[in-house]
């Protein structure tokens, strides 16, 4: 004898799957990694900033800055720049959800804040990269 599942149940399990790839679900990945990501970099910079001043005095911290300045360090913090945008916009989208307004509209506000980011973000590029 074959079990059959009552329709409703199978409605709601294709529900489920269906909103693991909406893009609530991406944005609530996105967010946790762009944090995690920018805590990293913090960490990093602390402690190569503060290992160049503290073992090498001023030679030290200049050479490091040297180095940071240059264009591949300069493209990897239009990087991170990406990252802090989508985070803060995200996190705006988030409170104003939480404080209940345009929660019938989340997807639409969140594809706005991040055209909003996409223009920052090349506002940013223009003014970071040098122009060869």
Do not use: C, K
Request: proline fraction near 3%; avoid cysteine; glycine fraction near 6%.
């Amino acid at each position: 004898m074959v079990r059959r599942e009552a329709p409703a149940r199978v409605e709601r399990r294709a529900a489920r799957a269906r909103a693991a790839y909406r893009t609530g679900t991406w944005a609530w990945w996105l967010h946790r990694v762009s944090g995690l990501l920018i805590l990293a970099y913090l960490y990093f910079h602390l402690i190569v900033l503060s290992s160049a001043i503290w073992r090498g005095g001023e030679a030290a911290f200049n050479r490091v800055v040297a180095v940071l300045t240059s264009p591949p360090f300069l493209a990897a913090d239009l990087v991170l720049f990406a990252l802090i945008l989508y985070h803060a916009l995200n996190g705006i989208r988030i409170m104003l959800l939480d404080l209940g307004m345009w929660v019938d509209r989340q997807e639409t506000v969140f594809w706005v804040l991040m055209a909003l980011g996409a223009a920052l973000l090349v506002a940013a590029a223009a003014a970071l990269l040098p122009t060869a």
